[in-house]
């Protein structure tokens, strides 16, 4: 027995090796199908990426070289002096300033309410939150127009204000929704009922136990907002008479249509109008700087951002 014990565990171990599942085999019609899918991406892809490397590469060329169009994907006669015209202008400076407070004060004020509105939407225990919500979702349909709006504005005092910007479009239909369904699917109803068990408000269970776990909602509906913000300018061409108060946006509108240099440096009238047309692509550069820093940061969320709601199988 001794013997026959030792045989058996001096014998080599063998390993059962697991089959894997064959692969199934393409089809003719699934690589015809995978060939138009990867060009249409491609196309896609081409239709995105060229305006941008000729704007990049118009804002790095000579003001001579973008006039004559002789750039295409590569500067011609490189030089910086489209963003040393642009960054040294009192007015694209205050632009600019003024488009960073805009997106950072007006999307601190529409997350706060949308999730003042949202939150108590979601709850199965608000009173009335059916029909609360109805009306929500019916201002996504049916909008007032643009003149009652205007009119709002002046009855409130908003005109040439900085408010008026900030608040006739603080809260966005979209984002709420997507924010009550956060809520209502992805915040178990636990965590509120052991706030309360401990004693906690409303206010508390919101601030303490609710929003930190609401962070990819947060920072998804946060960018929606951001973006809305930097690139808008038409509340600003209608409110606004003060170019102090003037957006980057709008200052870039300016430049765009009016063929305003901004800059005042040149003196002929062609080199007023060449410098113009470098100043657009360097404006279009700058401008889109500080959404491409903030996106990488979001990127993440928004995987989860996009399937809010969705039916999970």
Excluded at 2 to 31: C, G, I, M, N, Q
Excluded at 188 to 193: A, F, M, Q
């Amino acid at each position: 027995m001794t013997e026959d014990r030792t045989e058996r565990s001096e014998r080599p171990v063998r390993t059962v090796r697991t089959s894997r599942p064959a692969r199934k085999r393409e089809t003719l019609v699934d690589r015809i199908f995978l060939i138009g899918v990867y060009a249409l991406l491609i196309t896609f892809l081409l239709a995105v990426l060229l305006p941008l490397v000729y704007i990049v590469a118009s804002s790095l060329s000579s003001p001579g070289a973008v006039s004559s169009g002789r750039v295409f994907l590569w500067p011609v006669e490189f030089t910086l002096r489209g963003y040393e015209v642009a960054l040294s202008s009192p007015k694209i400076l205050r632009g600019f300033a003024n488009s960073l407070f805009y997106t950072a004060a007006g999307t601190l004020i529409s997350v706060t309410l949308t999730v003042m509105l949202a939150y108590p939407l979601s709850r199965a225990d608000f009173v009335g939150r059916r029909v609360l919500t109805g009306a929500v979702v019916f201002t996504m349909l049916f909008a007032g127009g643009m003149i009652p709006t205007y009119l709002v504005v002046q009855a409130m005092g908003m005109l040439d204000t900085r408010w008026a910007l900030l608040i006739p479009n603080a809260v966005a239909v979209w984002p709420a929704i997507l924010a009550i369904t956060y809520f209502r699917t992805a915040i178990p109803d636990e965590v509120r009922e052991a706030g309360e068990l401990d004693g906690a408000s409303d206010i508390r269970i919101l601030w303490k136990l609710v929003l930190p776990l609401a962070t990819p909602m947060l920072a998804v509906i946060a960018l929606m907002y951001a973006i809305v913000q930097w690139n808008s300018y038409f509340d600003a061409l209608i409110y606004l008479r003060d170019e102090s108060l003037y957006p980057l946006q709008l200052v870039l509108r300016n430049i765009l249509i009016l063929n305003t240099d901004g800059g005042g440096d040149a003196t002929s009238s062609l080199e007023r109008q060449q410098l113009a047309n470098l100043l657009k692509y360097s404006l279009i550069v700058i401008s889109t700087i500080p959404v491409m820093l903030i996106y990488p940061f979001v990127a993440r969320y928004f995987t989860k951002g996009l399937t809010l709601g969705a039916v999970k199988g």
